[in-house]
């Protein structure tokens, strides 16, 4: 079917205060940031937010924590050189962090998608991070337990999206986005470019349709590390 | 128990008919091997569905014409199918994640028995067969909606809608809805409601061949397809 | 990493009796009927298999069966017009079966490959295939425990394989053979071509080589529904 | 515990280089972020060596030149990569398969603290600091081996490698050896085992500043590099 095709501003106008949000990108390849900001001017408060990093500089997903916007950040490097807003907050206290082992994070992601409500992994045994986690032995082997994780939406970046939300990535920009396409109720996506269905090979499809909710063409997106860089700070 | 002649049944093609009805505009839809497979060209114009099959495809069309099927594009009762505009191929673990993650708005599947509570069966008719199970346990557990469209009775006349099945289940409380070829059913809080009873039948004929009580909501609709 | 070029027979000339193979294939579709053939040829004997289904007519996984090689199935369905020798060696005893539901199977040969020991799904909770499975409540739920499953060896067909061993496959032909490739020890594929490193888009890749070990050109490879049809027996 | 000057310490390059050598030709390898991403220039002629990054690429290369960085294409320490010609891109999820499934070699990692049972610690140095572990716990208990790629000791001179590890654990027992700008040494069964020193250091001297007992199995060879 048809996706709804909005701008920025009503693609996110119905998320609301306390909601779960995926955000894909690994660092600033994939970070949807023309849909971050329009979350931050949309205003919705208290979110918990899954992504691998917790933002950069003062633009994206750094700027919706420094506007207090976000109460957990589920990730599993919160540290880099531009990331001292996530840590400012950290330390002040005014912002929960669930640390999950990167693998560990996509996995939890993607049986949320697939129906998974919980897998065994040998990440993190014998670990600070395996503290209060189930713990079982198959064949042997020592493993812990991890749950499923879901969101209320997700907001990625696509290079292609057809009308029906088939969805092409950019090189790495890829990452996590395909598994929060599935693994929330909403999912968002900024394409570069949306086209009428038969623009995409079928064969090539990386993200099918039917885990897509709302499109918006973003054609010239902004790249993360490039506002970081100019010193950008948003809104 | 068998049913007087005056009794519009309903033909394979008019159930399917009827079923296509139900369909929601713009519904991710699974159809289970025979006659579920009919369901998609009934659908009434103007609604967009996109058809899913386990075998890993998204918005595939009927049959192509003869000379230009590829066998290597089929369906899951591996027939030749098309790929239409906007078409995704996938792998099957990626397949079932769509069906196991709650993706697919609806599946209409066949039936040995329905019970009264949505227990379905309709993998294993007895001891003896080879038991064959196919995909039809992933779709009932995961599809967010289950119809099913079969025969109201068996070709010797016992009843397919039943107060507990007998045969092995697919799956435990699953089933939604009913078409069969004399009645729409419904089934909610552990009863059969009906919906719609063909012409030349009424309630209490309907429940001759039914093997649980029936209950209404109103009076039952006329069951007609064109 | 180039990956070795065999011919038919050097390509499962080590498979040792015992061995569980996994075979590539809805049906015919994805069917690698040559390798299969090689394998026949080969002799090896109580094999586990692992395919969707248990065989057509009297070519490719049904031949081997017909020949007594394989000691046990690991199939979802069985069944099928053509499917007569499976159920005259099951009815006889000569031959196990395992059922798992398609779905289930899928996601235990993935979890194999993903180094996933054990996952819970919701499918066949309430049905007599659940019977022996752990069963665990879930946020009000009820799941059984599944197993990965690995295999010693994975059959199957590709369409085009780079030197390096990535992989792209014909319509539904890709099916359960992408899962396959992970779950293996030894995968062993036959290509229709195997080009030069570059000749696959890395943006469409499907099976990456770190999944494949061993290639096979086999450039018009017969095609199981037109051999049953044809009433073709093997060997 | 200070070294003496005479010793012949490895540069930065010269442990990636050393590092290199033992890297088998045809493995898949992950390089952690830091150091050991300079071992891959150091691979000796002739052998073939595909690199994975956690973010979704195998088959990748150097840095491209200046003004042709695509920041779409990053390896897992955010710095531009190129495509080399057979790579691949995959999303999180198959990337991870990879590390957990065991379809790595090996895995060269940076590390706090290595003892001498193979446990790491390499993610928390302390309680102060924002934690942060990326994909190092998945890359430890997933590939099928693990080197250590480290300096000797910390900079005010305390031994990295050590008896049992005082900061937060990545993996338990999961390194097999270790690199450093003084020795190479392998863990076996539960033992630091000297395989090369550098020139001018000798087995007490390198056991001064180590935090654990040293073995040998044989006299150690002289750790060099060009």
């Known amino acids: 079917m048809r996706k709804p095709v909005y701008d920025l501003a009503g693609a996110v106008a119905d998320i609301p205060d306390g909601a779960t949000i995926m955000i894909g990108g690994f660092g600033g390849a994939g970070a949807p940031v023309e849909l971050v900001h329009a979350l931050i001017d949309q205003g919705a408060r208290e979110l918990t937010v899954v992504n691998n990093n917790a933002g950069n500089g003062a633009v994206g997903l750094a700027a919706l924590i420094r506007e207090r916007r976000v109460r957990k950040m589920i990730c599993s490097f919160p540290r880099s050189a531009d990331s001292s807003v996530f840590q400012e907050l950290y330390a002040e206290g005014a912002l929960q962090l669930e640390l999950v082992p990167q693998g560990t994070l996509a996995e939890r992601i993607r049986a949320g998608g697939a129906g998974i409500p919980a897998f065994f992994t040998r990440t993190s045994v014998g670990t600070p991070l395996a503290k209060g986690k189930e713990e079982r032995e198959f064949d042997g082997q020592r493993y812990v337990m991890e749950r499923w994780l879901k969101a209320d939406y997700a907001l990625v970046k696509a290079r292609r999206a057809d009308a029906y939300g088939n969805l092409l990535y950019n090189m790495t920009a890829r990452n996590f986005a395909p598994l929060m396409c599935m693994a929330a109720a909403t999912t968002i996506v900024q394409a570069s470019e949306i086209v009428e269905p038969g623009g995409i090979d079928p064969e090539a499809v990386v993200t099918p349709g039917i885990f897509v909710n709302r499109l918006v063409e973003v054609r010239a997106p902004a790249q993360e590390e490039r506002l970081v860089a100019e010193g950008v700070r948003y809104p | ?226």
Not at chain 2, 31 to 42: D, F, H, N, T, Y
Request: overall charge negative.
């Open chain 2, 1 to 226: 128990m068998s049913i007087d002649t005056k009794v519009k049944k309903l033909t394979r093609q008019q159930m399917a008919w009827r079923a296509a009805q139900d369909i929601a505009d713009g519904s991710y839809v699974n159809l289970g091997i025979g006659l579920p497979e009919l369901v998609a060209r009934c659908v009434p114009p103007g609604r967009h569905v996109t058809y899913h099959t386990e075998n890993g495809l998204l918005g595939f069309g009927e049959r192509p014409p003869a000379g230009e099927e590829d066998p290597d594009l089929v369906n899951a009762g591996k027939k030749p199918v098309t790929l239409l505009p906007g078409a995704a191929l996938f792998h099957h673990s990626d397949s079932f994640a769509m069906i196991r993650g709650g993706h697919l708005d609806l599946s209409i599947l066949g039936a040995f028995q329905v019970a009264q509570n949505g227990d379905l069966a309709n993998w294993q008719a007895g001891e003896d067969a080879v038991p064959a199970v196919g995909g039809a346990m992933d779709l009932v557990s995961g599809v967010k909606q289950v119809f099913v469209l079969t025969e109201h009775t068996t070709r010797d006349g016992k009843p397919k809608l039943v107060d507990a099945c007998s045969y092995a289940l697919t799956g435990a409380g699953v089933v939604s809805r009913v078409f069969t070829d004399l009645a729409v059913v419904d089934i909610r809080d552990g009863h059969f409601v009906v919906l719609e009873i063909v012409d030349g039948l009424d309630l209490a004929g309907l429940q001759a061949v039914t093997g649980a009580p029936l209950h209404t909501d109103g009076t039952p609709g006329v069951l007609q397809a064109p």
